[in-house]
């Protein structure tokens, strides 16, 4: 296919998947074929980040935009794995579609749900299954350590309450209070020289661990 040949006045998935082999052929594009997972792994992340800003401005232009970015990331990720015979766009579009099946079994099986929040215990009552993770300690080391820490040790935490292996202190906080002890402890922070984002990433580490040994004291 020549290149002339991709040129439409109204585009589809399939025009962006061929577009994006176009450019990573042979007479394609020097950058993009010089690209592989990890040399563009950062530029994913920053579209997520971008198409969040987004939905946070309530801007559908800017939103457009960067969801097409993203898909974009998705759709070049899945080339450059197809050219080295790992896997292609189709093995990522079933896969996500099996997922979405699997993880609603109220939709597509019968067992039904009571609500949202039963809804959403089903959905990581079925993730728990697929990853096969036996311990609340693996469960929270699939946790991405890619995440922001801050973001991280939340989802650490409300897993680990929810297996009952962590409580909750009794100290009951309102939000106005809670963001002025966040923003003193970053100043407190910066006062004394830490990274609390590198802290942080390390106490999730060693979060884990406390809880894995609780696990086998308990089995014990």
């Known amino acids: 296919m020549e290149a002339?040949?991709?040129?439409?006045?109204?585009?589809?998935?399939?025009?962006?998947?061929?577009?994006?082999?176009?450019?990573?052929?042979?007479?394609?594009?020097?950058?993009?074929?010089?690209?592989?997972?990890?040399?563009?792994r950062t530029n994913l992340i920053e579209e997520c980040y971008e198409a969040v800003e987004g939905i946070d401005r309530g801007d559908d232009a800017l939103l457009k935009e960067e969801l097409g970015d993203i898909l974009l990331q998705v759709v070049f990720h899945a080339q450059i794995a197809k050219d080295e015979n790992r896997f292609d766009i189709n093995d990522v579009m079933d896969g996500i579609c099996r997922k979405l099946v699997c993880r609603h079994p109220h939709i597509f099986a019968d067992d039904p749900v009571s609500g949202r929040e039963?809804?959403?215990?089903?959905?990581?009552?079925?993730?728990?299954?697929?990853?096969?993770?036996?311990?609340?300690?693996?469960?929270?080391d699939?946790?991405?350590?890619?995440?922001?820490?801050?973001?991280?040790?939340?989802?650490?935490?409300?897993?680990?309450?929810?297996?009952?292996?962590?409580?909750?202190?009794?100290?009951?906080?309102?939000?106005?209070?809670?963001?002025?002890?966040?923003?003193?402890?970053?100043?407190?922070?910066?006062?004394?020289?830490?990274?609390?984002?590198?802290?942080?990433?390390k106490e999730n580490e060693e979060f884990i661990a406390r809880i894995s040994a609780l696990e086998l004291l308990m089995e014990e």
């Open 4 to 40: 002339k040949d991709l040129i439409k006045e109204r585009y589809t998935f399939s025009d962006l998947c061929a577009i994006m082999a176009h450019l990573r052929s042979e007479n394609g594009c020097p950058w993009d074929k010089a690209q592989n997972s990890k040399s563009i």
């Open 118 to 140: 039963n809804a959403l215990d089903k959905w990581e009552e079925m993730k728990r299954k697929e990853k096969k993770t036996a311990t609340v300690a693996e469960d929270l």
């Open 142 to 201: 699939r946790v991405a350590r890619t995440l922001p820490s801050l973001l991280r040790t939340q989802k650490l935490i409300k897993k680990a309450n929810k297996s009952g292996l962590y409580a909750y202190g009794e100290e009951q906080l309102e939000r106005d209070e809670l963001m002025s002890r966040y923003f003193a402890l970053c100043a407190q922070a910066n006062k004394a020289g830490i990274n609390l984002e590198e802290e942080a990433y």
